[in-house]
């Protein structure tokens, strides 16, 4: 019997880093992604290279205004999750009993995020696995991948056609046999779910 005290602990800890987080960034990261991809759009519609940087300074310069507009203060991202509020659930979380060999279930786990890590939202230069989009992967004996995942914000213009992705994605890995990909909103994404490297790579430190 695994002892899994220490994994409800670290799950209790992660839980209540993403519930302060929550309450502190839920308005601004909303108005920020907005704003971002405001921005990207209107640059790529005149023709011009985007400059990501400026968009996103330009993108936190409207999202300070709009705040201060309505009597809110604006909040630094400056507190960093623990690891396990990013890694999406159920990745650490190893199933008491699986008829799957350990390295089998090991190279699908792999296989799969490498999959996901083809998928981009089309205005953000991340892909969805290190924007933490993807909550949980679960392998079933008999090779039928659930996924659960979310958007950046529920009218995301491709909520309609990312799920799609995911299962096309996910369904080109070698043994898998069925994807099913379940689209939620709860807990809403922000930005304590991002990795290191979709921090970096959107200069977000």
């Known amino acids: 019997m695994t002892d ?9 800890a992660a839980s209540a880093a993403r519930a302060r987080m929550k309450e502190r960034l839920k308005a601004e990261v909303r108005e920020f992604a907005g704003a971002l991809k405001a921005q990207l759009r209107e640059k790529k519609a005149k023709g011009g290279d985007v400059d990501l940087k400026e968009a996103m300074k330009q993108a936190e310069a409207e999202v ?5 507009e309505q009597g809110r203060d604006v909040m630094k991202v400056t507190e960093s999750a623990p690891e396990s509020a990013n890694a999406p659930a159920g ?13 089998e279930i090991e190279r699908l786990t792999q296989e799969i995020i490498a999959a996901l890590k083809t998928i981009y939202d089309p205005e953000i230069p991340v892909d969805i696995y290190e924007l933490g ?22 009218g995301c213009p491709v909520a309609g056609d990312m799920p799609g992705w995911v299962e096309k994605a996910v369904g080109e890995v070698k043994g898998v046999r069925e994807v099913r990909v379940n689209l939620v909103f709860d807990p809403p994404w922000d930005m304590s779910r991002m990795s290191d490297e979709a921090r970096l790579a959107l200069n977000m430190w």
């Not at 899994?4 to 209790?12: F, L, M, P, S, Y």
């Open 91 to 103: 990745e650490g979380e190893k199933k008491q009993a699986s008829a799957l060999p350990k390295a």
């Open 4 to 12: 899994t005290t220490g994994k409800e602990q670290d799950n209790q």
């Open 133 to 154: 989009l993807i909550y949980r992967i679960d392998i079933s004996d008999d090779y039928v991948i659930t996924i659960d995942m979310t958007l950046t914000a529920p």
């Open 64 to 68: 300070e205004k709009k705040m201060a």
